[in-house]
């Protein structure tokens, strides 16, 4: 078994490779620095198209997953790198691997509980995923007045409705994909996300018990990867300890 992650240096992607060696796959990863414990490492730049092309085009052989995990946290000034890693890196990727996937491969999108509120914003995500390039990136930014909280919100959104829009796609290919969506984890960009989302995330936690580990989230991964998961397609799978059912409760009052 051959799998290709995106992001497997630390957190959760390092987490997955572990698991993932632990079922004697062989891991090719994409990363901007070196992961351990993997097969073969590329150098890549996820914010930079053309790297992303000569990254995959190092490529050999068939995969049995696909795994984009790469992701910037919501860090104030870097509202372009959010946009273009979360969304338009991992897009470009995704479809340069596909022809290289074995039939009946799983496809898993790195998504987030913050990206869930796509309903609501869906005419911003549509327009969104009209964008092609990261020179677009700049304007739309400006003229949206989307922040750095705001960029990773939308990154994470836009993610969960193009994965979903691609399972026709995915099932005429005899592919599977999904998106997987954490919400607080214990990982070394925690501190990022309790500054963005302050006294909100600090709740849902505490209500919660604690936040989730890297490993936790790695379990659900493999699991989407793995035959058992064959007959789940374009589905978001949320992982956040019950922190979605109780933000249900309270909006429904029960």
Known sequence: MRAFITGAATGIGAAVVEKLKARNYEVVALDIVEPSGVDQWIHVDMSDPDSIDAAVNQLTGSFDCLICNAGVPPREGLEEAILSVNYLGLVRCTNAVLPLLKTQASVVHTASRAGHAWRDNLEQVKQLMTLTSNAELASFIDSHGINHVR???????????????????????????????????????????????????????????????????????????????????????TIDGGMSALAQVDALAL
């Open 151 to 237: 960029a990773y919100n939308l990154s994470k959104e836009a993610l969960i409705v193009w994965s979903m829009a691609q399972t026709q796609k995915m099932i005429e290919m005899d592919l599977r994909m999904n998106t997987v969506s954490p919400a607080a984890v214990s990982t070394g960009i925690l501190d990022d996300f309790a500054l963005a989302f302050g006294e909100r995330m600090a709740k849902n936690v505490a209500r919660a018990g604690r936040p989730g580990t890297a490993e936790e989230i790695a379990d659900v991964i493999v699991f989407m990867c793995s035959e058992q998961s064959r007959w789940m397609k374009g589905m978001d799978i």
